[in-house]
């Protein structure tokens, strides 16, 4: 439970450097973690604070069991035939993702429409590979490299990665946000990412798949505009958060148990 | 009556010959002294062919919101039933006054987009299903 109650101090630095933040801009305390309030200036501040807590969980997880940051995580990075799962992962969410867009766009519940002038679209899509890959290894690392991996220590199987996926869910919620409907996406996106990484005792295959999904999401969010009822496709960036969304995802997590052993 | 008809041959009527609607329209095809050819509303676009190439003047619908739904479904080139000067008709006409038709256009549009929206719904479900079906197959079939 070390790595869980790790976690838990980054919403806490999260909402005492927006405290601060909102004190020196004059501003009341808020109770939520909403950075949508802080000034523009300021929130740049409150980014480089949250990734820096982030960063300072990371490493200090090893450094309390004793071991040095890079041999911990590098034995989750294991070379031997591995790293191909990282393109499988990725090709498989790739897969799902683009015929699921394609059924929607045939069926009228998207539709193709480009938002931005043609250079910010560029500008755009080309951070997306390294900012899917970026996100996807951070993420991985500290939910299934640090949490998951601890959880298995105290938990059975089952319950760590159920606590997991949830944990995974919750942690999108912290912050203030638009949509909370969207819990239930996550929840399942949580249980495909732990399976995956229970199946494999690697982050190749997560990383892989939840690098697909951000590449996907983000690189076709300029395109499309969503017509048809959340219920089936979701909205924004959460296309997984639909029924249809979330069929595919229990599906893909079939396919991931299925050929990569089970537990 | 059937003697003092005034178009033969070339007047069609949109409108199901055994459906809800089929003795009102007889009735107006007899008082107007009219015969003509039936065309249930799901074969508009044989009526628009038959308007295309002239073998029908004038069409007679039951109700503006047919001819509206056709149009907008693409069943109906209207530009060239309006090249071809084609005699419109209505069973059931809002009448000259601007706000009831402008309220006869509007109730048909919003009917369309329901039946739009039902149609996108249950063929998004379907052909979402045969996505994630088929996305699983691909996966679980392909070598490793």
């Known amino acids: 439970m070390t790595a869980l109650a790790l976690l838990l101090v980054v919403p806490l630095i999260m909402w005492s450097t ?125 939910f299934r490299a640090m949490l998951l991996a601890d959880l298995v220590n105290d938990l059975p199987l089952v319950a760590a990665v159920a606590v997991g996926a949830a944990v995974f869910a919750v942690a999108h919620y912290v912050r203030s946000v638009k949509r909370y409907w969207t819990f239930g996406g996550h929840l399942v996106l949580g249980l495909l990412l732990c399976i995956a990484f229970v199946c494999t005792q690697s982050l190749w295959l997560p990383i892989g798949i939840h690098a697909a999904g951000v590449v996907m999401l983000m690189g076709t969010r300029p395109f499309i505009r969503y017509d048809g009822p959340a219920w089936l496709v979701g909205a924004s960036v959460f296309p997984y958060a639909g029924a249809v969304g979330i069929a595919a995802l229990i599906l893909l997590t079939c396919n991931i148990w299925s050929l990569y052993g089970g537990l | 009556m059937k003697d003092n008809r005034q178009f033969s041959g070339n007047v069609g009527v949109v409108c199901d010959r055994h459906g809800a609607e089929a003795a009102r329209t007889e009735s107006y095809l007899d008082e107007a002294g009219l015969s003509a050819r039936w065309y249930a509303l799901r074969d508009l676009d044989e009526a628009d062919r038959d308007v295309i190439a002239g073998r029908l003047e004038t069409v007679i619908f039951v109700r503006w919101r047919d001819l509206l739904e056709g149009i907008w479904n693409g069943e109906v080139s209207f530009d060239r039933w309006q090249e071809r000067r084609v005699d419109l008709r209505f069973v059931e006409s809002p009448g000259e006054d601007e706000r009831a038709c402008l309220d006869a256009v509007a109730r048909a549009w919003f009917r369309y987009q329901r039946a739009r929206r039902r149609r996108q719904i249950a063929s998004g479900v379907i052909l979402s299903l045969v996505a994630i079906a088929a996305a699983f197959l691909a996966i679980q079939l392909s070598p490793r």
């Open chain 1, 18 to 142: 927006q405290s601060v933040l909102l004190w020196r801009a004059g501003l009341p305390l808020q109770a939520r973690i909403n950075p949508r309030q802080l000034p523009r200036h300021l929130k740049r501040y409150n980014r480089a604070a949250t990734q820096t807590a982030f960063g300072i969980v990371l490493l200090a997880y090893p450094l309390i069991r004793g071991q040095s940051p890079l041999s911990y995580y590098g034995d989750f990075f294991p070379l031997d035939g591995h790293p191909w799962e990282l393109l499988h992962g990725f090709a498989a969410a790739v897969l799902y993702l683009a015929l699921i867009y394609v059924a929607w766009i045939a069926s009228g519940n998207i539709r193709f429409r480009v938002r931005d002038e043609p250079a910010r679209l560029a500008r755009r899509l080309a951070g997306v590979p390294v900012m899917a890959f970026l996100v996807a290894f951070v993420e991985e690392l500290l």
